[in-house]
């Protein structure tokens, strides 16, 4: 990640939340429901059940912004779950363009009206979100700014609610963590407020066991932040089950608790996990695509070799690298450690020549965690 796309997610992070509905504003409990069944349906990649969820709650409640944000969200999930294609774009911009128009005409009438200083903040990082996926990197830092100004605000308002702790701690976690991880964040982090990384956790963690609508996003952020930042699969784990085995259709969440038990097993469960993923690509699953499917394969091979089923995991590291091959332009990560593992394998099977060939070409492909260090030293001594 370079530097201006670091701080733009980490401004716009902040302000991304799944807003708070019925208590803050004049929508009875019928609405409220079915916004709660709308988003059950983004979770789970049921787009379309959204969409008619959320038109309904408009037609009952055209001056509530909830309709118009959610219905933009599940436009976010589309473009998120198939970043390579921009079928979406203009679409969600224009939805965004009428969360704020709603919001702003609240505000003008009330300009401490918390609902809509909430949806407000939740859209402008929102589009930041997405105007930093698309590379506009000055217009993702400015509608960062401004969201991250409106929670703030709705913190001052609001102290005690605990889906406006989803956005609290994100910026408190990230803004701890990425400077940490990319100092050339650490002069532009001079003119934002401190983070505080255990405290951001703590907030998360209330959210995602307190908030009313924003516990599910704050499951998923808890399970990014300790897997990949944390490095603890084990407290990572009973998030990403949780999400999976509540919305079985969302390859994000799916493919997090597959790399969760890539740490830490069973291994027959690993192997179920990551064979349902390649079904679903073979069925055409929304949000199920190459890349998913190349992981997949990568994993399943890798349990086919742990339970030293040699020949068949052959079989799926070969898959696995002909999907790198058109899908990367250089080597990718997953790329360059099957080649490890197939030399490794060819050692196993007493197939030394096969196995120094397959060494000397990840010795001299890019580095990724230790791979050529690993491959040399094969080159020495055979794997055992």
């Known amino acids: 990640m370079n530097s201006r796309l670091g701080l733009v997610v980490l401004i716009s992070c902040c302000v991304t939340t799944v807003p708070v509905v019925a208590q803050w504003m004049f929508m009875k409990s019928d609405g409220d429901s079915i916004v709660r069944s709308g988003i059950q349906h983004i979770y789970n990649v049921e787009f379309a059940q959204a969409e008619a969820d959320f038109n309904d709650v408009r037609q009952r409640y055209p001056e509530h912004p909830v309709s118009y944000f959610m219905d933009a969200m599940v436009d976010w999930w589309r473009i998120s779950l198939d970043q390579r294609h921009y079928t979406y774009d203009d679409q969600f911009r224009r939805k ?10 609240l505000l003008v009438q009330e300009p401490r009206n918390v609902t809509a200083l909430f949806f407000k903040g939740g859209a402008l990082g929102f589009r930041g979100r997405y105007y930093a996926l698309r590379g506009a990197y000055l ?7 401004e969201g991250l100004d409106i929670l703030q605000e709705c913190q001052k308002i609001a102290p005690g609610n605990h889906d406006i702790m989803l956005g609290t701690g994100l910026y408190n976690y990230f ?17 934002l407020p401190r983070g505080d990384r255990k405290l951001g956790l703590l907030q998360l963690k209330a959210a995602a066991n307190k908030a009313r609508y924003a516990e599910v996003e704050a499951k998923s952020v808890l399970v990014s932040a300790y897997y990949t930042f944390e490095k603890d699969a084990r407290a990572a784990m009973p998030y990403a089950r949780e999400l999976f085995e509540r919305f079985p259709r969302n390859p994000s969440f799916q493919r997090a608790y ?40 990568y994993y399943i091979a890798v349990a086919r070799m742990l339970d030293r089923d040699y020949d068949l995991a052959l079989k799926y590291f070969y ?3 002909e ?18 593992k197939v030399g490794q394998i060819y050692d196993l099977q007493g197939k030394r020549d096969l196995a120094i060939k397959q060494y000397k070409k990840v010795a001299g492909w890019k580095d990724y965690d230790g791979t050529q260090a690993q491959a040399e030293g094969f080159l020495q001594a055979p794997y055992r």
């Open 258 to 297: 597959g790399r969760c038990l890539v740490r830490l097993g069973p291994l027959d469960t690993m192997e179920i996990v990551w064979r349902d993923v390649l079904v679903k690509y073979m069925d055409k699953a929304t949000g199920y695509d190459e890349y998913a499917a190349r992981e997949a394969l």
């Open 139 to 145: 217009d993702a830092v400015n509608d960062g700014r």
């Open 323 to 340: 999907a790198s091959r058109l899908l990367d332009e250089e080597p990718s990560g997953f790329m360059v450690k099957l080649n490890l």
């Open 96 to 105: 965004i363009d009428r969360v704020l128009a709603v919001t702003d005409s």
């Open 175 to 191: 803004a701890e963590v990425m400077p940490e991880q990319y100092p050339l964040l650490k002069p532009a982090m001079l003119f």
């Open 319 to 321: 898959k696995c690298d």
